[in-house]
């Protein structure tokens, strides 16, 4: 398994501020992702975060707003930029050590913007 | 992209009963799914996988079962127990090919009570 520190846990922010969450792994991996779930629904996935290169975001997510850094194997970022009631929600990274292999999750940030 | 599909969104059991959680996924190119327990307020937490070579894998009081020609899998518990209480979430992804990754796309989760 992987042990997965994700800061903070939870955070109360104002509209229009940017919020950095952190992702630290105890073992490098080769892929790691960010995922938001909102209260009571599934997990979405907002982009995977690749090692040396930019982020690969899924559709409905853009670099602008949720920027992410990877600068080497066992760290990310995701920072929430601009943030809005809308963007209350729990974010999620999870880390896969090798191709093909199980996904691991942190145990969340839970932000709620005011 | 693939769209997994999962059902019930709720399910209350008797303890002792058994409860069965169904998915249907619609890419053929899937290959590996796993089914995660998340407990209020907790992490995700893989419990049980199978892969697409398998047509049935178990663990103590759990079993996937993966039907590849009707694109579904579904998830046996048996024995319920009250800690089994969380909501059950179904996956699918695809080995990544040359250059790509693993895309795991999840179920919209299932709710699973326990009743003592």
């Known amino acids: 398994s992987a042990v997965i520190s994700q800061k903070p846990s939870r955070d109360i922010c104002q509209r229009g501020t940017s919020l950095t969450i952190q992702c630290q792994v105890d073992s490098q991996v080769t892929m790691m992702f960010w995922y938001r779930q909102q209260p009571g629904q599934s997990l979405t996935l907002i982009a995977t975060a690749n090692q040396g290169s930019e982020a690969t975001y899924e559709s409905g997510f853009v670099i602008d707003k949720f920027p992410i850094s990877r600068p080497n194997l066992t760290f990310s970022t995701l920072t929430v930029s601009n943030m809005s009631p809308e963007d209350s929600s729990i974010y999620l990274c999870?880390?896969?050590?090798?191709?093909?292999?199980?996904?691991?999750f942190g145990a969340g940030t839970r932000l709620s913007v005011l | 992209g693939e769209n997994v599909e999962q059902h019930p969104s709720t399910l209350s059991v008797q303890e002792g009963d058994s409860a069965v959680i169904k998915c249907t996924y619609s890419d053929s190119a899937s290959n590996y799914f796993p089914w995660y327990k998340q407990e209020l307020g907790k992490r995700p937490q893989l419990i049980i996988d199978?892969?697409?070579?398998?047509g049935e894998k178990k663990d103590q009081r759990i079993a996937v079962t993966l039907n590849k020609t009707a694109k579904h899998f579904s998830l046996h518990i048996t024995e319920t127990q009250p800690e089994d209480s969380a909501v059950y979430f179904c996956?699918?992804?695809?080995?990544?090919?040359?250059?790509?990754?693993?895309?795991?796309?999840f179920g919209i989760g299932t709710k699973l009570q326990v009743i003592p």
């Open positions: 199978i892969r697409s070579n398998v």
């Open positions: 999870s880390v896969e050590r090798d191709r093909g292999d199980i996904q691991y």
């Open positions: 996956a699918a992804s695809r080995a990544p090919g040359s250059g790509g990754y693993q895309k795991v796309t």
